[in-house]
């Protein structure tokens, strides 16, 4: 038996979740949150065997991913995306994940790949045919653009040159097809990275 805890800002999508996770004969327990200090205060009373984290509600950054993982390196953490999300190997490789579900699916679906989960199975072989067109390194550049760091900053951040930086970002331009910085701020966002 184990206790579920889901992140997501997406009211009818954690709701959704709850009753999916709720009806399954292994799970003792499922508590839902809506932001870091609830998850914080919940987690001090009963350790989560899962948590799943909503990264298309947008509001997931590296910051709660650090801490949800740092914290919790014990709790199984499934992320809720996009089938379009370029970034499952960014999250493989910075946090581990191995496991996804897609907000796009129907219930039965993320029925079907949750139990796979609480049972032991990763789901990253899912994903695999999206593999990310960015390298991790490209990942972590456009989270800095995305947030409004210069050239400059992202460069002393990194401790690499600004020709470096900017280096990255052409190459990022040219394999999105994308215009400007604007257009890659708009990327991040769309593709779940942010």
Request: charged fraction near 25%.
């Given at each position: 038996?184990?206790?579920?805890?889901?992140?997501?800002?997406?009211?009818?999508?954690?709701?959704?979740?709850?009753?999916?996770?709720?009806?399954?004969?292994?799970?003792?327990?499922?508590?839902?949150?809506?932001?870091?200090?609830?998850?914080?205060?919940?987690?001090?009373?009963n350790?989560?065997?899962?948590?799943?984290?909503?990264?298309?509600s947008?509001?997931?950054d590296?910051?709660?991913?650090?801490e949800?993982v740092?914290?919790?390196?014990?709790s199984?953490?499934?992320?809720a995306?996009?089938?379009?999300?370029?970034?499952?190997?960014?999250?493989?490789?910075?946090?581990?994940?191995?496991h996804?579900?897609c907000?796009?699916?129907?219930?039965?679906?993320?029925?079907?790949?949750?139990?796979?989960?609480?049972?032991?199975?990763?789901t990253?072989?899912?994903?695999?045919?999206?593999?990310?067109v960015?390298?991790n390194?490209e990942?972590?550049?456009?989270?800095?653009?995305?947030i409004?760091?210069?050239?400059?900053?992202?460069?002393?951040?990194?401790?690499?040159?600004?020709?470096?930086v900017?280096?990255?970002?052409?190459?990022?331009?040219?394999?999105?097809?994308?215009?400007?910085?604007?257009?890659l701020?708009?990327?991040?966002?769309?593709?779940?990275?942010?």
């Amino acid at each position: 038996m184990g206790c579920v805890f889901i992140y997501s800002k997406n009211t009818l999508f954690r709701e959704s979740l709850e009753r999916i996770v709720s009806a399954d004969d292994f799970i003792s327990s499922v508590v839902s949150v809506d932001n870091m200090k609830n998850l914080r205060d919940v987690t001090f009373i009963n350790k989560p065997k899962f948590i799943i984290v909503d990264l298309y509600s947008r509001s997931v950054d590296d910051n709660i991913l650090n801490e949800i993982v740092g914290v919790y390196n014990d709790s199984v953490i499934v992320i809720a995306t996009t089938i379009d999300n370029k970034h499952i190997n960014y999250y493989h490789q910075m946090y581990g994940i191995k496991h996804y579900i897609c907000v796009e699916d129907t219930s039965e679906n993320i029925k079907e790949i949750l139990q796979k989960v609480f049972s032991g199975f990763s789901t990253k072989d899912k994903f695999k045919a999206k593999d990310s067109v960015l390298t991790n390194r490209e990942c972590e550049i456009l989270k800095m653009i995305a947030i409004g760091n210069t050239s400059k900053e992202i460069a002393e951040l990194l401790c690499i040159s600004k020709n470096t930086v900017d280096t990255h970002r052409n190459k990022m331009l040219q394999k999105l097809n994308l215009a400007n910085s604007a257009s890659l701020v708009q990327y991040a966002y769309k593709s779940g990275l942010f």
